[in-house]
């Protein structure tokens, strides 16, 4: 039987959850918004009743758009919107609402599971879809390098997705795109590090992997790309009453925005910033890749070590038996949510934000003991 490990469970008020599709909160988020439902401090407003017309709703949108502009240092050229409909919807919205003329193309880079998504939404929109690289018959191990693809000047935006959460596959750098707008979905590491906004035409991310709880998506667009939006899309899909409501064109999802504006505090004052959090993922994913490229083939890690995600680490192990008893055995020491998506199986081990570095110690820890009792399996 394995041993609990030297890091106890006891320091973390939870069970270790390295889920990929929603991930952890700080525990000092959580009491927040616990107290929240009861009262926003000094508010006599418990946040689930919140008026969407009030001055404490527009109080908590100002707040956590501020809050983000700081920590990314987004240039003030840009709008930061609070939708809903989930990163998916925004695979639709953006060849909606960004491709103004069929008659141009549009680009896409096909890096894994979530940018295959995103292409095919774009394909329902319009036939001039160019898939500039695409990574499905080496079975998304890699994403590519600059001299790979070639991005047509007369596209109408480029599409990538800056971390691939299924395949742990991550661009390390922005594309360079020169005066083509740079579309990004930014869903599982969206201020997980710096990053330079001022490299893109539009990011989205939905909040409930490093920035919050389901329910709510931040879009960030520059404002020249507003001007061409065409005037045949429904209202509620069309960036521009968002933008002229300051979110607020139909009732936000206010309690899930205060969820974030809770991280964000958090990320501020507590992290201390994003190139903190960038060192943090660094050292929680040195510490699994580790284990792995050490293992002997004990541990495979799937992606190449070039393209291989900070935030989600993804493996199998030397024999496909051994996965069933490594998850069940994780699951004794309160370490859950290993489960591969159901995609591809094998076992994923997601670093949101909010996975404090002892929990990527204690499954570190737990690989190693694993690994021991089973090398010869
Ligand atoms: N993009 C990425 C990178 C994702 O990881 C996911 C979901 N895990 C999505 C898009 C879809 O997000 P949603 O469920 O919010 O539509």
Redesign the pocket.
Known sequence: MIQASSNSIATYPLLYNFA??VGLLPPKVISEAQQAILEVPGTGISALVINHRSQLCRDILDETEKNIRTLLNVPDNYRILFLQ?????Q?SMIPMNLWVSKNQPVDYIVSGY?ST??LKEAEIEGKNVNIIWNGKAQKFVRVPSQHEYKIDPDAAYVHY?S????EGLQFAEPLETRNVPLVC?M??DFLAKPVDISKYGLVYA?A??NIGA?GV?VVIIRDDLLECIPDNIPTVLDYRPHVEMKSIYNTPPVFAIYVVLLVTRWLLNDIGGLANMAEQSQRKAAMLYKVIDQSEGFYRGHAQVDSRSLINVVFNLATPDLETPFIAAAKQLGIIGLEGHRSLGGIRASLYDSMPIDGAQYLQNFMLEFQEQFKNY
């Open positions: 990929g599709g409909g989930g990163a998916s919807l695979f979530w998504k995103a997705c971390n691939e959460t299924v979905d869903s599982s939905h409930q992997k389901a998506t």
